[in-house]
C-alpha cells in the first residue's frame, strides 16, 4: 500500500497522472533492462505472478508458440513470440534478482571463449573454421566445454 500511494505522490508531481501507468519506463534503457523495469512497475500494481512456477510455465507456454510458429514458418509470428519468450525469460531474472543485462554479458563471453577454444582444437588439427565440417566443430564445441566449462 505504501509503495502504491508512493509511486502516486511521484506521479502527480511528474504530472503523469494522466498517462498511462508504465509510459515513458525506462525509455533510452538496452531492451533486456527495460522490460525488467516495465515488469517490475507492474508488479508494484499486482500484475505479477504469485510465485516462480507460474512464471515458469509462461516460459514453457511461449517456446510452444514459438515451436508452433517456427513449424508454420510464419516469420512475423516467430518474431513475436521469440520476443515474447525473451520476456517472460526477463521476468524470471527479476523473479530472482538477477540483472537480465548482466547474465546475458556473461553468456555472450562464456560463447566467446567456447568458440575461441573450438577454433584452437580445430586449428590443432590443422583446419580452419571454413575448411572444419559441422560435425568436426561440434566435436571441437563439445570438448571446448569440457575444457572451459
Do not use: C
Amino acid at each position: 500500500g505504501v509503495l502504491q500511494q508512493w509511486d502516486e505522490i511521484k506521479r502527480a508531481e511528474k504530472g503523469d497522472e494522466e498517462q498511462p501507468y508504465l509510459h515513458g519506463v525506462g525509455k533510452g534503457l538496452p531492451a533486456l533492462l527495460r522490460a525488467s523495469k516495465l515488469q517490475k512497475k507492474a508488479a508494484k500494481v499486482g500484475f505479477d505472478w504469485p510465485v516462480e512456477i507460474g512464471v515458469i510455465a509462461k516460459i514453457r507456454e511461449e517456446l510452444l508458440e514459438l515451436q508452433s510458429a517456427v513449424d508454420a514458418q510464419d516469420l512475423d509470428a516467430i518474431s513475436e513470440e521469440m520476443g515474447d519468450l525473451m520476456f517472460s525469460i526477463v521476468n524470471l531474472a527479476r523473479f530472482r534478482k538477477v540483472d537480465p543485462e548482466i547474465v546475458m554479458n556473461a553468456a555472450n563471453n562464456k560463447f566467446e571463449n567456447r568458440f575461441g577454444e573450438m577454433e584452437r582444437l580445430l586449428k590443432a588439427k590443422g583446419l580452419t573454421l571454413e575448411a572444419a565440417s559441422p560435425e568436426q566443430m561440434e566435436d571441437a564445441w563439445e570438448a571446448a566445454k569440457v575444457r572451459r566449462h
